[in-house]
Structure formats: C-alpha cells, structure tokens
C-alpha cells in the first residue's frame, strides 16, 4: 500500500513539474509572413498604376449624378485606400517616421503599404481630374485637393522609408539596386505650390526646422545612391499618348523643385529663390542651402537619366529623343541656378557668423555645410 501511494505521489509531483515547465516554442520564422505579404503589396501596387494607365480617361462612377454624392464617393474612396484586410501591423505604425530601430522588414512592408496607397490615390486623382474637365463638375476642386495632400503624405512616407532602407544596409550596391527594382513614386502634374498656399504658411520652431535640414540633407545621400538605378523613363514616356509626352517630362522637372521642400517647409518656394541678404536668419539661410543642393542632386538625377536615355538604339524613339533634348537644356538651367544659389547662401551664412574671420573661416563654414552626415 505504502509502495502504490508512493508511486501516486511521484507521478503527481512529474505532472505538476511538467505542467509549471515552460515548454520552448517550435521556431517559426517570423518574419516570412510579413515578407510574403510586403511583396503582395508591391505587386498589388504595381498592379494599380497599370490598371491606372490603361483607364486613364474614366470618368468616377456615372450613375452618380449629384454633386453631393460624387463628394461622398471621393471620401469614401480616400478612407478605403488606406485600409489594409491582413497586416501584420497597425495603421499607426505604418504612419510614423521610420527609425534606426525598425527592423528591416517592418521598412520594406511600410513602404510597399505607401506605395500601394499612394497609386490607389493617384488612379482616384486623375478619375476626379478627368471628371471635372469633361463634366464641369467645380464642387470637385476640394475634393482633388483633399486627394492631393494624401498623395503627398503618402509620396513622402514612401521615400522616407526608401531612405532609411538605404540607410540601414549603409548604401550596399547590392541592396541598394534591390530596393531600386521598385520604380520611385511620381506625383502626378497638379499645381503642388496653389494647394500650398491654400493650407498657408506653416509655423515650426528652430528645433523642427532643423530636423528638416538634417533630413534634407540624408536626402541628398539617397538620391546620388538610387540615381543610377532606375532608367525606366523612356518606357514611361512611350506609354503616353503623344501630345502628353511633353508635359510629362517638363512635370518631372517641377517635380523635382516640389518634393525637394518638405511638406511642411516654414519658407515658401519664391523665399527660397531670393537673393541671401544680412537681413535673413542663419536658420533660412542653412534650410535655403540644404534645399538647393538636394534640387540639385534631384535635377543631376534627371539630367544623367536622360542623357543615358538619349543614347538608346530603339523604334520610335526619335519624336522621345527631340521631347528628352528640349527638356535637357530646362534641366540644365536649373542645375546652373540652383547651383549658384546654393554658392551664394554658403558665402552669405559664413559672413554672417563670422563677419570679422575673413576668407579662410567662411571657407571652413562653407565645408562643414557641405558634409553631411551619414
């Protein structure tokens, strides 16, 4: 009897031993659902912007007639953009900053979700556009302008997580042309300064401002990494009908001079085109440098592009060729105005905090400003 009750105790003491044990977790690799579903969202995006240009032209739904209801269709269409069915993380999450912390895959998921919003937008952007010229529809307007400013958020999330994908792999050749095998974003021709001013001047404090510097600044970086990557500009031109190449290729060049200034810039553009006086705050004068060597470096990216794209050997490339070489010489001066600008702002700051250490302590202010941090 003694021997049995033994027995018992011994197998109840194993069972509450095994039941307290932590048992290890099978391994499972984390990591291969949200890489399965980034590539899905590239794909799906990919699959949006073809879909985008093959019906380019549709009007929104017909058979809403009123005014009222087209407004509800847009917003209902800019809420459902930016809703995800399966993710394996928050649309909080999606819509902060990235960080030197973000694992990898978090980066590339985040910027595959702004992709695919962004073309989901884009295809709505122009439905409206074609909507208000073919009917007249005004009350539109509002409603283009809502769907601009998310494209814009949506544009700059992209890039921001572009670049600290960059970032994170310290600009590997290798990882930096995987990145590149999807195309950077485009905002589409729209009047990007207007809407600007419709929101009107935004208010930062020096410590924002400065934040903007430095990101103007990890910018130039990135877009010297991805220039020699994507050369799909002439496939984009020749899916155009031909009386919009032109225009096409003079909005990446506008473009360029836009997405340069952050959204939320305290300087307008024409503020960052006048002439540098004593007058200006050291903080405009360092933001006025830092935007125009990033334009720069954005319209040496266009130059280089099409340069290269002159040389291709292929049908029809002749009426692209004269639209690339017209557009060569706007590229061109803009480089050489920027450029200066950027000289003048340089010389102008040095002077300005060291107005008594003559040549040598400007020239010493002018390569601190040009270093930039990695």
Not at 4 to 17: G, H, K, Q, W
Not at 89 to 111: C, H, V, W
Not at 193 to 208: C, M, P, Q
Request: charged fraction near 30%; hydrophobic fraction near 40%.
């Amino acid at each position: 009897m003694t021997r049995f009750t033994n027995i018992n105790t011994l197998v109840c003491l194993a069972a509450v031993i095994i039941l307290f044990t932590p048992i290890p977790a099978a391994r499972v690799k984390d990591n291969i659902a949200p890489m399965r579903n980034a590539a899905d969202l590239r794909s799906h995006a990919a699959e949006v912007a073809r879909e985008r240009r093959r019906t380019k032209g549709t009007l929104l739904p017909p058979h809403r007639l009123f005014d009222g209801s087209l407004v509800l269709h847009v917003d209902e269409m800019i809420a459902r953009a930016v809703i995800l069915k399966r993710s394996t993380y928050t649309i909080d999450e999606l819509g902060a900053e990235p960080n030197a912390s973000m694992p990898k895959i978090q980066l590339e998921f985040a910027r595959a979700y702004h992709s695919l919003v962004f073309e989901k937008l884009k295809k709505l952007f122009d439905r409206i556009v074609t909507t208000i010229a073919r009917q007249y529809r005004e009350s539109l307007w509002p409603e283009l302008d809502k769907v601009a400013l998310k494209l814009r958020e949506h544009f700059d999330l992209e890039w921001r997580y572009r670049v600290q994908l960059g970032k994170s792999c310290s600009y590997d050749h290798r990882e930096v042309r995987k990145i590149s095998y999807t195309s950077e974003l485009e905002l589409p021709q729209y009047n990007w300064e207007r809407l600007r001013n419709i929101r009107g001047t935004f208010r930062s404090d020096d410590e924002a401002t400065r934040h903007m510097i430095a990101t103007m600044r990890e910018d130039v970086v990135a877009v010297v990494a991805y220039r020699y990557f994507d050369k799909r500009l002439v496939d984009d031109i020749m899916s155009l009908p031909a009386e919009e190449r032109e225009a096409y290729v003079h909005g990446k060049i506008l473009n360029a001079v836009i997405t340069s200034l952050p959204a939320r810039s305290p300087f307008t553009i024409q503020q960052l085109f006048e002439t540098p006086n004593n007058a200006m705050p050291g903080l405009q004068m360092q933001f006025s440098i830092a935007y125009h060597r990033l334009a720069y470096e954005k319209m040496e990216t266009i130059r280089y592009r099409m340069e290269i794209l002159m040389n291709f050997k292929r049908e029809n490339i002749h009426e692209i060729k004269g639209i690339l070489g017209a557009a060569l010489h706007e590229v061109k001066g803009a480089l050489q105005k920027h450029y200066s600008l950027k000289r003048q702002y340089m010389e102008a700051y040095g002077h300005k905090i060291n107005p008594l250490e003559g040549d040598w302590a400007r020239r010493e202010c002018i390569y601190n400003l040009q270093s930039t941090p990695e």
